[in-house]
C-alpha cells in the first residue's frame, strides 16, 4: 500500500486571523508539504491542476520537477492532469521528461476536472468531456507506446510519422490512474488499459463509490488483465487530528465552516459521518482510514487531503508529523496483516520495469522452444 497527500491548490481565507496566502507562500508551501511527506515516510505526492481563481497549480508538471530534484524516494504524481484540455502530445512529452529527471518517481491520475469554463479557455467544449477524454487517451497510449505514430480524430489535427520525444524511460510509461467521481466511463477505459482507478471519495457518501469501484473491477477482470479483487485501486481521504479529539474538532470548526468547498453545508458531524473526513485523535483516524478497505475491497493507494481550507501551513506539517508518528507504522502494519499475498504490489516505476524485462525473457524462452 502506497499512502501519501494531494492538494487541490486552494487559496483559501484564514477564517482565525482573515488573511489570504498569497500565491507565492502557497506554491513554496507546496515543496514543503511535499518535503515532509518523504521526511516521515509516506510514499507519494500528488498536486491538482487549475487554470483559475481561487486555485494555483496552473504548471503541475514544473512544480514536481522543482520537488524532484529536492526529494530522494517520494513518488510524485498528479491529483488531476486534465486529459480533455490539454493536447496528448504535450501531456506525452511533459510527463516522459518528468520521469528522466526524477529517475522513473512520475504517475498520474488523469481526469475531466469539474471547472467547465476551462474548456473554452482552451478552444474546447465541455459537452464535448467525455469524448474528449476517450479519444485523447487513446492517443496518449500510442504516444508513449509506438516510437512512430501516424494518428487522426476527431478533435486535434491528424499526426503523420510522429515520434513524441524523450522516449519513456527505461521504454516504460508512467502509470496512469484515471479519475472520476461520477463517470463510468473513465471506470470503463481505465479497465480497458489495465491502468489505475482513483476514486477521490472525500465529498459523497461510500455507496457511491462503491458503484464505480466495481464496476471498473468487473471490467478489469473481463479485459483479462486480472481478478478484479486484483485491480490497481486508490482512494482519497481527509483528516485533521490533534492528540485530543475535542481539540481537533475545535480547532478545525472555523476551518470547515468557512470554506467555499464544504462550508456553509451540512455540519462538520453529519460530513464527518458521511464521508471519509476525520476529525479527531489519531487513533480516530486509524481506525476510520482501515474501514475503507472494508468497504472497497483490497486497494493500492491511499492519499489524503490536508492542506486544504486556509489552514496554514504550521499546522498542515504538524498534522503530517503526527501521522507519521502516530497513525502511519500501525496502519501499514495492519493492512499489511490483511492484505493476501497474491494481492500485486503498486505499480512503482521499479515494479513495471522488472515485470517487463520478466515477460520479454519468457517470450524469448517460448520462441527458443519452438524453434527446437
Known amino acids: 500500500m502506497q499512502f501519501g497527500v494531494f492538494s487541490v491548490s486552494d487559496i483559501t481565507q484564514d477564517p482565525n486571523t482573515g488573511a489570504y496566502p498569497t500565491e507565492h507562500e502557497r506554491i513554496k508551501a507546496m ?31 514544473t512544480t514536481l520537477a522543482y520537488i524532484a530534484a529536492q526529494t530522494e524516494r517520494v513518488i510524485l504524481s498528479t491529483a488531476t492532469t486534465l486529459i480533455t484540455t490539454n493536447d496528448p502530445v504535450k501531456i506525452a512529452e511533459d510527463f ?21 469554463p476551462v474548456y473554452p479557455w482552451f478552444g474546447k467544449n465541455p459537452q ?17 507506446d509506438e516510437d512512430v505514430v501516424s494518428w487522426q480524430g476527431k478533435y486535434r489535427t491528424p499526426l503523420q510519422s510522429f515520434t513524441s520525444t524523450p522516449r519513456p524511460l527505461d521504454d516504460v510509461s508512467p502509470f496512469v490512474w484515471h479519475g472520476s467521481i461520477r463517470t463510468p466511463q473513465v471506470a470503463e477505459i481505465a479497465a480497458y488499459y489495465g491502468d489505475g482507478f482513483f476514486a477521490n471519495n472525500i465529498f459523497w457518501p461510500k455507496e457511491h463509490y462503491q458503484q464505480l469501484i466495481n464496476l471498473y473491477r468487473e471490467r478489469f477482470e473481463h479485459y483479462g488483465h486480472g481478478r478484479g479483487d486484483q485491480a490497481f485501486v486508490g482512494l482519497g481521504g481527509q483528516f485533521f487530528m490533534r492528540e485530543n479529539s475535542q481539540d481537533a474538532v475545535k480547532e478545525f470548526r472555523p476551518y470547515f465552516d468557512n470554506a467555499p468547498v464544504y462550508g456553509h453545508g ?17 487513533q480516530e483516524v486509524l481506525e476510520k482510514t482501515l474501514t475503507f478497505q472494508e468497504y472497497f475491497g483490497n486497494y493500492h ?13 504550521k499546522t498542515v506539517l504538524e498534522q503530517l508529523d503526527l501521522f507519521g508518528e502516530k497513525v502511519l507504522p500501525e496502519l501499514r502494519k495492519e493492512l499489511e496483516s490483511r492484505t493476501p499475498a497474491d494481492h500485486p504490489a503498486p505499480p512503482t516505476h521499479a515494479n513495471r520495469v522488472a515485470a517487463k524485462q520478466a515477460e520479454a525473457a519468457s517470450s524469448s524462452s517460448e520462441k527458443s522452444e519452438v524453434k527446437e
Do not use: C
Open 128 to 144: 464535448d468531456s467525455v469524448e474528449l477524454t476517450v479519444e485523447n487517451y487513446h492517443l496518449l497510449r500510442r504516444l508513449w
Open 96 to 116: 516522459a521528461m518528468l520521469q528522466h529527471l526524477s529517475d522513473g518517481r512520475v504517475d498520474l491520475v488523469l481526469g475531466r476536472g469539474n471547472t467547465a
Open 301 to 313: 493507494r491511499q492519499l489524503f487531503l490536508v492542506d486544504h481550507a486556509g489552514l496554514p501551513l
Open 31 to 61: 515543496v514543503a508539504i511535499a518535503k515532509k511527506v518523504e521526511e516521515i515516510g509516506m510514499d507519494v505526492f500528488a498536486i491538482g491542476e487549475h487554470h483559475n481563481r481561487p486555485f494555483f497549480s496552473s504548471s503541475p508538471t
Open 266 to 282: 451540512p455540519s462538520l458531524e453529519d460530513f464527518t459521518s458521511q464521508t471519509p473526513l476525520t476529525v479527531g485523535s489519531p
